[in-house]
């Protein structure tokens, strides 16, 4: 198919659910047209609701289709692009793959609130709630107990990249942030961290001039 690919993202220092769907994107190795709105900005919502009729990022367009809301569009990459894999082969594992990411797309809403991403910042030791402490513990187990299971078939969450390691690399980048002790789940933040398209967007996020004082708290 002749590439119609375009993605809609906000800034990419603070933008988690843009970090999804563009890394599991450029996980498949398609290539695709970026388009970046930094958010919160005077004229931001109204540039976001030509691409978005959900009025937010982020946004896949191809050709004529609109694709909003990030696991979703992974949803579609992964029928788009079925060579790459971006789910598991096997029924067991890929249902199991989609809980996991589905429980990041709709939990951890205190670790979300409590620890922001942002990429260019580094705060260990912030004082946090008993809930936030609470969701990285389940984060954690849940990231020990898959790498238990599929540690010999490679060194992601479910062996090779998934879109379930799309859905945490933005917690990865928080970890990493707030100085949180990975313990025997280090191995799979430094995997997550070590892949290109990642330290691609590291590097534009650290880039950005931008500043939401909301997230730098």
Same mark, same amino acid.
């Given at each position: 198919?002749?590439?119609?690919?375009?993605?809609?993202?906000?800034?990419?220092?603070?933008?988690?659910?843009?970090?999804?769907?563009?890394?599991?994107?450029?996980?498949?190795?398609?290539?695709?047209?970026?388009?970046?709105?930094?958010?919160?900005?005077?004229?931001?919502?109204?540039?976001?609701?030509?691409?978005?009729?959900?009025?937010?990022?982020?946004?896949?367009? !191809?050709?004529?289709?609109?694709?909003? !809301? *990030?696991?979703?569009?992974?949803?579609?990459?992964?029928?788009?692009?079925?060579?790459?894999?971006?789910?598991?082969?096997?029924?067991?594992?890929?249902?199991?793959?989609?809980?996991?990411?589905?429980?990041?797309?709709?939990?951890?809403?205190?670790?979300?609130?409590?620890?922001?991403?942002?990429?260019?910042?580094?705060?260990?030791?912030?004082?946090?709630?008993? $809930?936030?402490?609470?969701?990285?513990?389940?984060?954690?187990?849940?990231?020990?107990?898959?790498?238990?299971?599929?540690?010999?078939?490679?060194?992601?969450?479910?062996?090779?990249? *998934?879109? $379930?390691?799309?859905?945490?690399?933005?917690?990865?980048?928080?970890?990493?942030?707030?100085?949180?002790?990975?313990?025997?789940?280090? !191995?799979?933040?430094?995997?997550?961290?070590?892949?290109?398209?990642?330290?691609?967007?590291?590097?534009?996020?650290?880039?950005?001039?931008?500043?939401?004082?909301?997230?730098?708290?």
């Amino acid at each position: 198919m002749m590439n119609t690919l375009t993605l809609v993202i906000g800034n990419k220092n603070y933008s988690s659910w843009s970090l999804r769907p563009w890394l599991a994107l450029s996980m498949t190795g398609a290539s695709f047209e970026e388009v970046r709105i930094p958010l919160y900005e005077s004229g931001s919502a109204s540039r976001i609701q030509t691409y978005s009729p959900a009025g937010k990022v982020p946004v896949l367009i !191809d050709g004529a289709l609109v694709v909003w !809301d *990030s696991l979703a569009i992974c949803e579609y990459l992964a029928e788009r692009f079925p060579a790459t894999r971006l789910w598991p082969a096997e029924v067991e594992t890929r249902a199991a793959a989609r809980a996991v990411s589905a429980e990041m797309h709709a939990g951890f809403g205190a670790l979300r609130n409590e620890m922001p991403m942002n990429v260019r910042s580094s705060r260990p030791g912030l004082a946090l709630s008993p $809930a936030a402490h609470g969701d990285i513990s389940r984060v954690l187990a849940s990231w020990h107990a898959l790498r238990a299971r599929h540690r010999g078939d490679g060194r992601f969450l479910f062996g090779g990249f *998934s879109i $379930a390691d799309a859905m945490y690399a933005p917690v990865v980048l928080r970890f990493r942030t707030y100085g949180v002790d990975c313990g025997p789940s280090t !191995d799979y933040a430094d995997a997550v961290l070590a892949l290109e398209p990642m330290q691609r967007w590291v590097a534009d996020a650290q880039a950005e001039r931008e500043t939401i004082d909301a997230f730098e708290r």
